[in-house]
């Protein structure tokens, strides 16, 4: 038994004791989520796929996300207890379309079977113990961080999610300050806790059960927000971050700026051990892959008045290496302007623009009726084929997409959302495929405490 799994025993054994105690249940809630979920994505370019690889992936489910948050117990020293117990149903794959190769952890949306099939459902269940003293609290078994240096992905059918230890302080005055291990992570597509990794590495060997992370969020004054995380991955790489948030009250509208800074160095293994170098530019290696080397910067303007949402960004993905953030191959998000539907645009040497806008229908008088549109194109990529020789003068790819989603806002269906979400990606990259995807999605909200 694990440190963090003794010490989940323990704290359950504390809360049995005290569970009738005032607080653990007036405070408790429960609810039930329901999503159906489909995708379909379109691979082009057959004449440059990989022998096997699929032109369609295609797949259907029902999910189910059942959460239940406990209150605290009375004391100084409160406890309680949460529970996230997830499934998925599958209602079509696609007919052998589902996404699934040998070396990933299953397909585009369901686990797959040995040969290859999608099962039939999946399913896992999570507690969390946590305890609080005054602003301060302490969570320990399955979480859902996120923040700069990690962030937990939810664009399938059920949430990722994460076993490991975080404790988060509020006692200062405007500063939040937050510090965690996480030993494992459970995919999107997946009933298993698996091991951590990076894009590029061989995850089934080259991999780590130790990710820790601490920062914190200082709100200089109510408009202005300083940020600075630090995050390493055992044997792969360290990161820190800085960050800077402000809205400005312009006109009739507010213009809010983020920018962010990434600076990310190799870790153990990962700086002279093949199987664990990260996607990159490395000339002389298979694909480019090297140690992990890489600065990020980048800046987004968002002005908001009446309804409209107008921006527009800059990133900038310095060094020999990709961007860097937790991937195991089975779906994952970073904090990046960039982290797109189909990419994220962090390649090595990438320079990055984007444009956005959006809308909210209130203003006209359709409450929960909203859509969005972002294209963003990226050039100066460089890559090094298996040849081990850099590939041109630098590659480009761009993405568009498209986001419209209503959420009934009151009546007998109130909280019912209907959203589709279509993306289209075009690039040069060596070996890359263009894409074009769409995602349906209906969801419900049941509260049932």
Do not use: C
Request: proline share 3%; glycine share 14%.
């Amino acid at each position: 038994m694990n440190k963090s799994t003794l010490a989940l025993a323990v704290a359950v054994g504390v809360m049995a004791q005290q569970a009738g105690a005032a607080g653990f249940i007036e405070d408790s809630k429960a609810t039930l989520g329901l999503r159906n979920f489909y995708i379909n994505n379109d691979n082009r370019d057959s004449g440059t796929k990989a022998a096997g690889a699929q032109n369609k992936n295609e797949e259907w489910g029902q999910g189910f996300d059942l959460r239940f948050i406990s209150g605290y117990t009375q004391g100084t020293v409160g406890f309680g207890i949460d529970a996230i117990g997830l499934l998925g149903v599958r209602l079509d794959s696609g007919g052998g379309t589902n996404g699934a190769t040998s070396t990933s952890y299953g397909g585009t949306v369901f686990p797959s079977k040995s040969n290859g099939e999608a099962v039939d459902n999946f399913s896992s269940l999570g507690l969390t113990a946590k305890a609080k003293i005054s602003q301060t609290e302490l969570k320990l078994g399955t979480l859902q961080p996120k923040n700069p240096v990690i962030v937990t992905n939810d664009g399938r059918l059920l949430p990722q999610t994460w076993q490991g230890g975080q404790i988060t302080s509020g006692e200062i005055k405007d500063l939040t300050l937050v510090a965690g291990q996480i030993e494992a992570v459970k995919g999107r597509n997946s009933s298993n806790n698996e091991n951590l990794s990076v894009g590029g590495a061989n995850a089934r060997v080259a991999n780590s059960n130790k990710f820790y992370y601490a920062g914190g969020d200082y709100k200089i004054t109510k408009d202005l927000t300083a940020q600075y995380y630090y995050g390493n991955l055992e044997d792969f790489y360290k990161q820190h971050f800085l960050g800077l948030v402000h809205n400005w009250a312009i006109g009739p509208g507010v213009l809010k700026s983020d920018f962010r800074y990434f600076h990310s160095s190799d870790d153990g293994a990962n700086g002279n051990t093949a199987a664990y170098f990260g996607n990159g530019n490395y000339v002389g290696n298979v694909s480019g892959k090297g140690p992990i080397d890489n600065n990020l910067y980048s800046g987004l303007f968002l002005y908001t008045v009446e309804g409209h949402t107008f921006g527009g960004g800059y990133q900038v993905s310095n060094g020999s290496s990709d961007f860097p953030w937790l991937n195991q191959g089975d779906g994952s998000s970073n904090y990046t302007i960039t982290d797109m539907q189909i990419q994220k645009f962090g390649r090595a040497g990438e320079k990055t623009w984007q444009a956005r806008y959006s809308y909210d229908f209130a203003k006209v008088g359709l409450p929960g009726l909203t859509a969005g549109l972002v294209y963003l194109r990226g050039d100066d990529i460089d890559t090094v084929g298996s040849n081990r020789r850099e590939n041109g003068t630098g590659a480009s790819e761009w993405e568009r997409d498209l986001t419209i989603g209503y959420v009934i806002p009151e009546g007998p269906a109130k909280n019912l959302g209907f959203m589709w979400k279509n993306a289209t990606w075009r690039n040069d990259i060596p070996g890359q495929r263009d894409q074009d995807e769409n995602r349906l999605i209906v969801s419900y909200s049941i509260p049932l405490l």
